[in-house]
């Protein structure tokens, strides 16, 4: 999975909110970066189940900053990723 998430989520700690939150979750590979436009993105592999929990958690969760939306798209795992990294 991977979703972009829009608001106020850069510099108030979101990346590493969301990197607890996927390692809390378990099983999760992947990671969350900044991008030019404001936003942030995550990508999610592992049991759909586990990244349906983060999703969740992205939408209507307790995150830092303010989130004003989310959207997703759900693909086949490219794989690459040891971790859930923050980039």
Do not use: H, K
């Not at 979750?25 to 992947?30: S, T």
């Amino acid at each position: 999975m991977t979703a972009w998430v829009r608001g106020r989520v850069q510099g108030v700690g979101f990346r590493w909110y969301t990197r607890a939150q996927a390692l809390a979750i378990g099983g999760l590979l992947g990671c969350a970066r900044n991008l030019r436009d404001g936003r942030v993105e995550v990508v999610a592999e592992g049991a759909r189940e586990r990244c349906e929990r983060l999703l969740g958690w992205l939408r209507d969760g307790d995150t830092p900053g303010s989130v004003d939306g989310v959207t997703e798209i759900w693909d086949t795992p490219r794989g690459g990723y040891e971790d859930f990294a923050i980039r």
